[in-house]
């Protein structure tokens, strides 16, 4: 019987597909599937906890982090810093587990230049309009941030075909299966 090499699977998405409620039915069927936590330079939400939401640093600490190449991949959003240190995927791979991240398609190809090996799952809702849909039944925006999250749907579209597979999100429990195949699939490869 061979051994199951452990690997990194990487899902993005756009806003409002559903990758969170994807990826904790996911986390919750297996538990050989660790989700990476980022680093960021935001404050803490209320509710949220050190290592478990993010690690949170400080923005010359990240910085420093940066030049010495710590991270697989790094970003800036709205004036705040997020990344994935190198360290926390390969020692959580090395302990056994697969490791999960769920970044945008631009930090998903930085990993892929630096780790081949990463398979890319692109997160895709049924249509357009569902995705708007979506986006609106949340609630938690103004019409302008929704207007602005959707400018940049063509941009993943578009990067997800460099991706290995794309998952259709009709329903979470599909998905959720569709990726357990790709995941299972990956664990035969040498």
């Not at 803490?44 to 010359?60: I, Q």
């Not at 910085?63 to 991270?71: C, I, P, R, T, Y």
């Not at 631009?106 to 995705?131: C, N, R, T, W």
Request: net charge neutral.
């Amino acid at each position: 019987m061979r051994k199951k090499k452990n690997k990194l699977f990487i899902i993005s998405g756009s806003s409002g597909v559903g990758k969170g409620t994807v990826i904790k039915s996911l986390l919750k069927r297996h538990d050989d599937i660790k989700l990476s936590v980022s680093c960021t330079t935001r404050n803490p939400r209320p509710g949220e906890k050190d290592g478990e939401n993010y690690f949170y640093t400080t923005r010359d600490k990240f910085m420093k982090d940066v030049e010495n190449g710590d991270f697989l991949e790094w970003a800036e959003f709205s004036g705040n810093c997020y990344g994935t240190k190198k360290d926390f995927v390969m020692e959580t791979l090395k302990n056994g587990n697969h490791v999960l991240l769920e970044i945008d398609t631009q930090g998903a190809m930085q990993i892929k230049d630096k780790m081949p090996e990463a398979v890319l799952i692109f997160i895709a809702p049924p249509s357009y309009e569902e995705l708007v849909s979506r986006l609106k039944g949340r609630h938690t925006e103004s019409e302008e941030a929704i207007k602005k999250r959707l400018e940049f749907v063509d941009f993943e579209k578009e990067n997800s075909k460099k991706f290995d597979y794309i998952v259709v999100n009709d329903t979470v429990e599909n998905a959720v299966k569709q990726i357990e195949k790709i995941i299972g699939k990956d664990d035969t490869d040498k």
